[in-house]
């Protein structure tokens, strides 16, 4: 047995130190943990600012003492390597463990322990923790804003209807799989905007909606005994032919019989709210960003002086303001450039707004790629033959796309972040909500519990979006 | 030149002068009707609203440009204290990410991903709505340290008194240009005959010389206005002297900086991690001592790939800071965009100007950026 060094601990006497430190470490996080959880200061008796220190001290002297390099335990080596590789790191190890120790009893019975979610009234919440009956009320407005209760199943039924159609391409067979990029580019934005607008919104116009879907019904049904030489034009003329001949010839009265039956309630825009506006918001402005933004890259690239110099200004123009200044104008300003009766819903211009800015920004993360490809790629293309839309679409845009994956989903996720500005004309998404639901008088004072609601909803879309970036972007990742 | 290069190009042109056109001719029309004629004189008249918080003097008797400029300075104020925040906190949070010890790296990549994917405006309501609301009433407050009063009308801070401002003022500008001068020559020095001169200790002895030196025989004096709680009613309480911070200013501030320090922390993080090892490597082999390495080549080159992006989220920053209309701080959107646009109806007048001050600030960011990036970047052979 050598001698005993405290100062510099080696592996000759790795038990004793081993045991003293891991026994001082223990004590120290003890100390804390019965303060903390229990409210019981075991060292009190030692005068103020000793006590108050002395597990930061204790602690520090015993991670001291089990910094033993290659001390042979690879649990100790581990636990050296990764928290405790010199003083310093140890010192900021033990605080960061502490202040977790700390904050913990607090956050738990705020969230948990004091919190209420039982009851229905405001009278339930007595305890000192959060007051989730508030949330639990306000649940269904969080979630469809004013939309009428009895007519939020189609909300739903979109949402889900469109969920599902959004999921066609993990099911597709091989056969279909070409046509995917086409069937979510255009089809699918078509559908969604028919099911959203006629659907959620009601009125009238879903009678038109409902000729629509019969006709294309029938023409898919009758297309399967076509021959694939005329699918080409059977699929334009027959729908178009048997949706004319539907609504004026055939069913006209019938049909309007039959819809004022069950007509379904126009809901306008202004009632439509929560959660389900900001999906709705940030989906349209997505599926509108992205093409807007494509085309201005490529403009801000082209050969064409007008073409390339107009890009630019918009581009700039865009980017250069702020986004509630965007909503200002598309609020206050826009409806000035319009002919006196010629009006504009409010959602259709905020989403037109937010669609035109974001579509900057895609415009620069794609214009970034384009200008990441060497220009080999471009005379290779030309040197088969191709001409510029060709070139782009079978050989530059699909490299230059796959290249500017994260960047694009960055701003995906600015885009889902900002929708709540659009309080700004009027329009209560869950933000807006929330803070309505913070005036009112009979539930005064719960501004915490729906903040916090609201951002642990926002955090967890956000954060999977970003996961799922990430993945796409490991998934196509191509070597170079 | 051939018809295939010249139609496209006319057909867009024509496509965006009809627009503009378009809409030119239906704003005419609709003034018209309004009984509004265009025009930026109403920039001269009274303004008659009062503005609560505003760095020069301001009441209703000033004119809307007076106006517009109070915007304009609360807007500049909340961004510049933003910067500094999200600066300082961005930076220790990314150099965090890329500490080899596993508790430090995960609390900041916890904090990094949380405050990211929370939209600005939701932290904003919840410092302003919830966090700061929680604060006591002025006649509950505990002091801190004896002379700081965290409020829930805002944070009272102690005020300084100057007698000769300026001369201090020209000392410490005096000391800024003599910092540069020694800057050059050490540079020139170091180039010329290899030897180094410890610039940082010398320029930090002059930032501190040089104003005390102002102090002891410039006739500089400063006392501290400390503020006093004073009864305004049975139950109304407030602070009077020293600086009164409102609490949408606090609450913008803490959420605007927490924010980009986010993105800022990454920016760093990427700059650091983009300096190749060899680089590091070789510089210790040719006998530069950490410290060396740090500063004469890791840092250098990661500058040059951190200031570019920090520089647009500096940008984003204050653009961002246009969301204090939603708490009513008195910034540019606030005063300009909302309560003068109220009050005269010249919508398109005054959304153009607020545009343009946005837009004027972030193109001749980006100019200076383009400008720099050229500068710095490396020149390949």
């Known amino acids: ?480 | 030149m051939n018809i295939k290069k010249i139609l496209p190009q006319l057909l867009t042109l024509l496509v965006v002068i009809l627009i503009f056109g378009f809409f030119s001719y239906n704003a005419q029309v609709n003034m018209e009707n309004r009984g509004i004629t265009f025009g930026y004189g109403f920039l001269s008249q009274e303004s008659s609203f009062d503005v609560q918080f505003s760095l020069i003097e301001y009441d209703g008797s000033h004119s809307y440009f007076r106006a517009y400029l109070v915007g304009l300075l609360n807007t500049i104020l909340v961004s510049v204290i933003g910067i500094i925040f999200a600066t300082i906190i961005g930076v220790i949070v990314g150099i965090a990410r890329l500490s080899n010890n596993y508790l430090i790296e995960r609390s900041a990549s916890v904090y990094v991903e949380f405050f990211r994917n929370i939209p600005l405006l939701l932290q904003i309501f919840f410092w302003y709505f919830a966090a700061l609301r929680a604060l006591p009433l002025p006649q509950d407050t505990e002091p801190m340290f004896g002379v700081f009063f965290l409020t829930i009308k805002g944070f009272f801070v102690p005020a300084f008194v100057w007698n000769n401002l300026d001369i201090f003022i020209y000392s410490i500008i005096a000391a800024i240009i003599s910092i540069i001068f020694i800057r050059i020559y050490a540079k020139r020095k170091q180039e010329n005959e290899g030897v180094q001169t410890p610039v940082l200790s010398i320029s930090i002895g002059l930032l501190l010389i040089l104003p005390i030196l102002s102090f002891l025989f410039g006739g500089v004096d400063a006392s501290v206005e400390v503020p006093v709680i004073k009864q305004l009613s049975q139950s109304g309480f407030t602070y009077e002297g020293g600086i009164k911070l409102p609490p949408e200013l606090i609450s913008l501030a803490l959420a605007l900086s927490l924010y980009t320090a986010t993105f800022i922390a990454e920016c760093v993080r990427a700059g650091v991690q983009g300096v190749s090892k060899g680089q590091k490597e070789a510089a210790a082999s040719i006998g530069l001592t950490p410290n060396q390495v740090l500063k004469l080549v890791v840092m250098p080159q990661a500058l040059r790939i951190i200031i570019p992006p920090t520089t647009n989220q500096y940008l984003n920053l204050t653009k961002n800071s246009s969301l204090a209309a939603a708490i009513a701080y008195p910034d540019l959107v606030l005063v300009f965009a909302g309560t003068a646009l109220m009050q005269t109806g010249r919508a398109i007048e005054i959304v153009s100007i607020t545009m343009l001050t946005y837009l004027s600030l972030s193109i001749s960011i980006s100019i200076f950026m383009n400008w720099y990036n050229k500068k710095i970047a490396i020149k390949e052979k």
């Open chain 1, 1 to 480: 047995m050598s001698k005993l060094n405290f100062l510099q601990p080696d592996k000759n006497n790795l038990n004793t130190y081993l045991y003293t430190g891991v026994i001082l470490v223990a004590f120290s996080i003890f100390i804390v943990f019965l303060n903390s959880f229990f409210n019981k200061d075991i060292v009190s008796f030692l005068p103020g600012p000793i006590s108050f220190f002395l597990p930061l001290i204790l602690g520090f002297i015993g991670l001291h003492l089990i910094r033993i390099d290659y001390s042979g335990l690879k649990f100790l080596d581990k636990v050296n390597k990764n928290i405790n590789t010199n003083n310093f790191n140890a010192f900021l190890s033990l605080l960061i463990v502490f202040v977790v120790i700390k904050s913990l009893p607090p956050l738990l019975s705020w969230f948990i322990i004091d919190a209420n979610i039982a009851g229905d009234s405001k009278d339930v919440c007595t305890g000192s923790g959060a007051c989730w009956t508030y949330i639990k009320i306000w649940f269904n407005r969080f979630m469809y804003g004013m939309y009428p209760n009895p007519e939020q199943w189609r909300i739903n039924l979109s949402f889900i209807a469109l969920a599902f159609l959004g999921c066609v391409g993990f099911f597709a067979t091989e056969k279909f799989k070409k046509y995917l990029t086409l069937y979510y580019v255009v089809v699918y934005p078509i559908i969604a905007f028919f099911f959203i607008f006629f659907f959620i919104s009601g009125g009238p116009i879903f009678f038109d909606f409902s000729y629509g879907i019969i006709a294309a019904v029938i023409s898919i049904i009758l297309g399967f005994f076509i021959p694939s030489k005329f699918k080409m034009y059977y699929f334009i003329i027959v729908p178009i032919t048997l949706y004319i001949l539907l609504k004026y010839v055939f069913f006209y009265e019938e049909l309007i019989e039959l819809g004022k039956l069950e007509a379904l309630e126009w809901v306008e825009t202004g009632a439509w709210g929560g959660l389900s506006l900001t999906f709705i918001v940030s989906f349209f402005c997505l599926i509108f960003c992205f093409p807007i933004g494509l085309f201005l890259s490529l403009g801000r690239r082209s050969d064409f002086p007008i073409i390339k110099y107009i890009s630019i200004g918009m581009i700039e123009f865009w980017r250069g303001v702020p986004l509630i200044t965007v909503l200002f104008m598309s609020s206050v300003m826009f409806p000035m450039f319009l002919p006196e009766d010629m009006f504009i819903d409010k959602l259709v211009r905020v989403i037109i707004a937010i669609s035109l800015f974001e579509a900057a920004y895609v415009a620069e993360v794609i214009r970034g790629g384009l200008q990441a490809l060497p220009r080999g790629q471009y005379d290779a293309a030309k040197s088969l033959g191709m001409g510029y839309w060709k070139m782009h679409i079978l050989v530059i845009l699909p490299q230059a796309l796959k290249l500017v994956i994260p960047g694009i989903a960055n701003t995906f996720l600015a885009l889902v972040k900002d929708t709540p500005l659009i309080f700004v004309v009027g329009l209560l998404e869950i933000v807006g909500m929330l803070n309505l639901a913070k005036t009112n008088p009979e539930w005064l004072g719960f501004a915490m519990e729906g903040y916090v609601f609201a951002s642990v909803l926002f955090f967890i879309i956000c954060y999977a979006m970003s996961k799922y970036s990430y993945n796409l972007e490991q998934k196509y990742k191509t070597e170079r």
